[in-house]
């Protein structure tokens, strides 16, 4: 009896791991040793707009095997684990509100734990470290048989994005005083003139009597 139960071990922990789906991005502490190799990725400042250490960026990460995907939020400086990825996010921005096209872009290291053969041990390897642009994908790629990591969102502000020009060049309506253009007041316009009273008919004038 207890040698079939632990014959069965090996197959009951094999089920388990193949039932799950994806882990949550916070399930699991980043390992020292890629926490240390990230923080060699200093996020840099820009002179416009939000600090960086204030924005909050949105990427997307896709597990190919199973075909699921998550969003990470996260600010510059973190590193979040799903399963034996990590993913650190050193810094983003985007281009101004008025600018056309507009563009994204995320500094991120991508970390995964796997054998480098059959017959080496599992060991975490940096497999991608660079700029991501949502509108421009081709010009930086993850190449991983297994994860993809891409930017969606950069969240800033800048100074004065309220007064865009697009803002400008359609203002609010605001109440116009009554007049013409030129400013001269509009006279108002006169009382409607009331009826006058009918004349009263005069009594007709008597014949002379002869005396």
């Known amino acids: 009896m207890m040698r079939r ?3 069965l071990l090996p197959v009951l922990a094999l089920a388990a791991c193949n039932s799950g789906g994806e882990p949550d991005a916070a399930a699991t502490e980043v390992p020292r040793d890629v926490a240390a190799a990230a923080a060699s990725a200093q996020a840099v400042e820009s002179e416009y707009g939000t600090p960086v250490k204030d924005r909050v960026a949105t990427l997307g990460l896709l597990n190919k095997r199973n075909n699921l995907s998550q969003d ?3 600010k510059p400086g ?3 684990r799903v399963g034996n990825v990590v993913v650190k996010l050193a810094s983003c921005e985007r281009t101004l509100p008025w600018e056309s096209p507009p563009e994204v872009g995320a500094f991120v290291q991508v970390f995964v734990e796997e054998r480098a053969n059959a017959e080496s041990p599992l060991q975490w390897r940096k497999v991608f ?3 991501l642009f949502r509108n421009s994908p081709s010009l930086n790629v993850v190449e991983h048989p297994v994860y993809d990591v891409w930017v969606k969102d950069c ?3 800048f100074p004065g994005e309220e007064d865009s020009p ?5 203002p609010s309506s605001a109440a116009k005083p009554s007049g013409s253009a030129s400013g001269t007041p509009t006279p ?4 409607a003139s009331s009826p006058k009273p009918a004349a ?10 002869g005396l």
């Open 78 to 80: 973190e590193s979040r």
């Open 166 to 170: 697009a803002a400008a060049a359609s």
């Open 155 to 157: 969240a800033m502000k």
């Open 5 to 7: 139960a632990l014959a």
């Open 200 to 209: 009263t008919p005069k009594p007709a004038a008597s014949p002379a009597v």
């Open 129 to 131: 470290s660079g700029w």
């Open 188 to 191: 108002a316009p006169s009382p």
């Open 72 to 74: 990470l939020v996260m």
